[in-house]
């Protein structure tokens, strides 16, 4: 009975080891199966300055128009949020101008390059509303909120890539559509073209501007 006392202590003993050793292992493996951190969204100061070409269309009159077109805001990943400052000159039977200001949002459908690289690029869609101030130089104004909708091309090169804040420069593309209500027509129906039935104009304007220009932005953390 004396010579089993050694061997059932150290039985003993061990079983104890190992109860105490349990919940450090299982710590670790549930440690092991945890999922990584998600990567923090990347957050891009963003400034364009660029040109609008088109047409603008206020009830019955068609306007030639080209202006400069500013924007500023910050990108969330395939998120852009972008305040937007607008000057046209306009040409019709009259001279005028028209002053926009807007907030614009796009996001990018399709992101192009691998990101790690000197050069990237997206394809992304826009929306936005507005304000316009239309002044004519022999007198009267208009003044109409506006939806702006669009999709365009953007190219991304970046300098001091591998800067804690990288910079990027690039040319961008796009096709914008401007839809605003036209203003208070007396006009009564009529056929402005081969018609079967007689109407009032339309009461919405829809307008086409080319855009285009230089996007810079700056990785901000």
């Not at 006392?5 to 493996?29: C, D, E, G, M, Q």
């Not at 305040?83 to 200001?101: C, I, N, P, W």
């Not at 009032?200 to 901000?220: C, E, L, Q």
């Amino acid at each position: 009975m004396t010579s089993k006392a050694p061997l059932l202590l150290a039985s003993i003993l061990t079983a104890t080891a190992l109860l105490a050793s349990a919940p450090t292992a299982a710590r670790a493996s549930t440690l092991a199966l945890a999922a990584p951190p998600e990567k923090p969204i990347p957050k891009r100061l963003e400034f364009d300055v660029g040109m609008l070409v088109g047409g603008l269309n206020m009830g019955t009159t068609h306007a030639s128009a080209t202006g400069l077109s500013v924007n500023t805001g910050v990108r969330l990943g395939e998120l852009s949020i972008l305040g937007e400052l607008d000057y046209f000159s306009l040409r019709a039977d009259e001279r005028g101008t028209m002053t926009r200001v807007g907030l614009t949002s796009r996001y990018s459908l399709v992101p192009l390059g691998d990101p790690k690289s000197f050069a990237t690029s997206d394809i992304w869609l826009e929306g936005g509303v507005g304000w316009e101030h239309v002044s004519w130089r022999s007198g009267g104004v208009l003044d109409r909120p506006d939806l702006a909708l669009g999709f365009g091309w953007q190219s991304n090169f970046v300098m001091d890539k591998h800067s804690d804040h990288p910079r990027y420069l690039g040319p961008y593309f796009a096709l914008r559509t401007l839809i605003g209500q036209g203003p208070e027509s007396n006009d009564e129906v009529t056929c402005g073209g081969p018609c079967d039935r007689a109407t009032a104009p339309s009461s919405t304007d829809v307008s086409f501007m080319f855009h285009f220009g230089i996007n810079w932005g700056r990785m901000s953390f």
